[in-house]
């Protein structure tokens, strides 16, 4: 059998992927997704990508999780912000009172970003625990915060010595300034 073409005269037609002449094979997908082929099915699978694995750790609700695997493929993370998940987490660190682990993160995740810190020192103080927690871990420059934030954090853990020692007349005056 012939095939046409004009310079070939002994070119046989190429069968298709099922063995029949002249059928088609069928186009594949890209790279990610995999076909599974069986006599009776074929079944298309997508590889889990960074945004999957983000999602199912939060379904789960594991934000520790979450985020360590957000940082890990921080260049294809698509559908969520870092910023996002790293205030989910340190968030979730402070409402089960591990303020000593939160501060310590701190350092690492929020970096130079002076908003999140400005945010986050907010957050710390709400706590005698907190803010006694971040004290330390407060920078001092690379990021330099405004002087307020300072004074702040001074303030509300001298408050929080005069509310332990029992002074509350002392307390509610520092509170009046």
């Known amino acids: 059998m012939r095939c046409g073409h004009p310079t070939s005269r002994r070119c046989k037609r190429r069968r298709g992927a099922s063995g029949t002449k002249g059928a088609t094979p069928l186009p594949l997908p890209p790279p990610p997704i995999m076909t599974i082929t069986s006599p009776r099915d074929v079944i298309c699978v997508r590889t889990r990508d960074v945004d999957d694995k983000v999602a199912f750790a939060r379904l789960q609700n594991n934000p ?3 985020l360590t695997r957000a940082l890990s493929g ?28 939160a501060a310590r993160e701190t350092t690492r995740l929020l ?6 810190w400005e945010r986050w020192m907010y957050a710390f ?3 005698s625990d907190g803010i006694f927690a971040l004290s330390s871990k407060l920078p001092v420059r690379d990021p330099k915060l405004s002087s307020s934030l300072y004074e702040m954090a001074l303030e509300k853990m001298m408050l929080y010595v005069e509310l332990e020692n029992g002074d509350e007349e002392k307390a ?3 509170l009046r300034r």
């Open 74 to 101: 921080r260049r294809s993370l698509r559908k969520f912000a870092l910023v996002t998940l790293i205030n989910e987490y340190l968030e979730h660190l402070l409402v089960n009172g591990e303020f000593s682990l």
């Open 125 to 127: 103080a709400k706590s």
């Open 172 to 174: 509610e005056l520092f």
């Open 64 to 66: 520790r999780l979450a």
């Open 111 to 116: 970096g130079v970003n002076v908003t999140l």
